[in-house]
Antibody, heavy 122, light 108 residues
Framework: EVQLLESGGGLVQPGESLRLSCAASGFSFSNYAMTWVRQAPGKGLEWVSL????????YYADSVKGRFTISRDNSKNTLYLQMDSLRAEDTAVYYC???????????????WGQGAPVTVSS | SYVLTQPTSVSVAPGKTARITCGGNNIGSKSVHWYQQRPGQAPVLVIY???QRPSGIPDRVSGSISANTATLTISRVEAGDEADYYC???????????FGGGTNLNVL
């Protein structure tokens, strides 16, 4: 069974940093692109970032470009999201999810992890 | 950037058919995927490639697409179908993955 388990969420002050992790199991992690999607309280889904299977290419939403860094360690079956210069508007539940393909393209996301809550507040 | 437009809410009586639309410029040229999100839970894929159902999704759930609108149809609606539904595409011009604003399905 494919499983994704996020960790690392919490409460931080504006301007601070946080790193999320997503531990994957049940599939050949190194064969698939992975993504982060967030959901602010009471709002819809917002795509954040995607990384291809070998980590060589990354993609970011305009709202986080230059502040967030996606990475992966295929030897540990783990996806990361380094979030720097956090703002109040980054407050959300952050989900990791698996793409059905190795690279970028017309892909969907399935399955999703249970989500990691991040709160940015002073 | 590419925009997907969904109605905020759709209401339907049990046993009836619910149709949730997703509009976008020339969306018929893209592949549309749909997710269900029940309260307090992570999203679940219910339709991919416009019309395909993942294993475990009942055949009451179906997808269709025309030139400028994709539609998620849920037949014989049950109380358990009450959830938020999101459409999603990949925008080739920006290399961004885009979600619609979401539609709350209310079962009367």
């Amino acid at each position: 069974e494919v499983q994704l388990l996020e960790s690392g969420g919490g409460l931080v002050q504006p301007g601070e940093s946080l790193r999320l992790s997503c531990a994957a199991s049940g599939f050949s992690f190194s064969n698939y692109a992975m993504t982060w999607v967030r959901q602010a309280p009471g709002k819809g889904l917002e795509w954040v970032s995607l990384i291809i299977n070998n980590g060589d290419t990354t993609y970011y939403a305009d709202s986080v470009k230059g502040r967030f860094t996606i990475s992966r360690d295929n030897s540990k079956n783990t996806l990361y999201l380094q979030m720097d210069s956090l703002r109040a508007e980054d407050t959300a539940v952050y989900y990791c999810a698996k793409s059905p393909i190795a690279v970028a393209g017309t892909s969907w996301f399935d399955p999703w992890g249970q989500g990691a809550p991040v709160t940015v507040s002073s | 950037s590419y925009v997907l437009t969904q109605p905020t809410s759709v209401s339907v009586a049990p046993g009836k058919t619910a149709r949730i639309t997703c509009g976008g410029n020339n969306i018929g040229s893209k592949s549309v995927h749909w997710y269900q999100q029940r309260p307090g839970q992570a999203p679940v894929l219910v339709i991919y490639y416009d019309t395909q159902r993942p294993s475990g999704i009942p055949d009451r759930v179906s997808g269709s697409i025309s030139a400028n609108t994709a539609t998620l149809t849920i037949s014989r609606v049950e109380a358990g179908d009450e959830a938020d539904y999101y459409c999603q595409v990949w925008d080739t011009h920006s290399d961004h993955w885009v979600f619609g604003g979401g539609t709350n399905l209310n079962v009367l």
